[in-house]
């Protein structure tokens, strides 16, 4: 397995625009999120999937935003209406399902830079 | 809600340096602790972590200890080297990882 694999790496669309972006976790990992980046600061929670499950959203995640995790392997995360102000970088992290969360450790991928003009 | 305060940078030392940031975190529980680090480039990676009051994480030279009574989990590194040129990130998790701002170095040789 060569870990979290996020696609497109960047993509560059138009104000008004849908973007999708996909994540393929480490497969044997059940708990899969998404966080948004932007610059000069720290990743910021986006949701959270345990399997197929989607179990939490935050405030960020406005109408605009809806992911989703059919059957429990790959996410898309998907941005309609685009605004200059969606512009950051969307990184997807897995983890293992079982345990505590407190040892819950996320392994990202490289993420996905979007440029909204 | 749970969230880490990380020392703010850029921070700019000549190799062979000690380095120190400094983060502290406020939570309701008892949280896991972390510090994630991001090389040019590339994305984010756990560089060491602690589940517990008093733990020591070490990777790599760093060292962090999840210090209850002060609610801290500084990074420290001896000597510093031009490769550990990053941004790192502190990070708490409850069931989701909350991030502080992130931190800077620069190591010059």
């Known amino acids: 397995d060569t870990g979290v694999s996020q696609d497109p790496r960047h993509k560059i669309t138009k104000r008004g625009q849908n973007v999708t972006f996909r994540c393929d976790p480490i497969?044997?990992?059940?708990?899969l999120y998404w966080y948004r980046q932007t610059l000069g600061q720290g990743p910021e929670f986006l949701t959270y999937?345990?399997?197929?499950?989607?179990?939490?959203k935050s405030r960020l995640l406005s109408d605009r935003f809806s992911a989703e995790r059919p059957k429990g392997s790959f996410s898309t995360l998907e941005i309609q209406r685009t605004e200059q102000g969606d512009s950051a970088m969307y990184l997807c992290?897995?983890?293992?399902?079982?345990?505590?969360?407190?040892?819950?450790?996320?392994?990202f991928g490289a993420g996905s830079r979007l440029t909204v003009l | 809600g749970d969230s880490v305060t990380q020392m703010e940078g850029p921070v700019t030392l000549s190799e062979e340096a000690f380095l120190t940031i400094n983060c502290t975190y406020t939570?309701?529980?008892?949280?896991?602790l972390f510090w994630y680090v991001q090389y040019p480039g590339e994305g984010l990676q756990l560089l060491l972590k602690?589940?517990?009051?008093?733990d020591k994480g070490s990777n790599k030279g760093f060292e962090a200890t999840y210090r209850k009574e002060t609610t801290s989990f500084h990074l420290e590194k001896g000597s510093v080297q031009v490769s550990d040129s990053a941004v790192y990130f502190c990070?708490?998790?409850?069931?989701?990882?909350?991030f502080g701002a992130g931190t800077t170095v620069t190591v010059r040789a």
């Open positions: 999937f345990q399997n197929e499950a989607q179990l939490e």
């Open positions: 497969s044997e990992h059940n708990r």
């Open positions: 992290a897995s983890s293992p399902g079982g345990g505590g969360f407190g040892a819950n450790v996320l392994t």
């Open positions: 602690a589940t517990k009051a008093d």
């Open positions: 939570a309701t529980g008892y949280p896991s």
């Open positions: 990070a708490l998790s409850d069931y989701k990882l909350s």
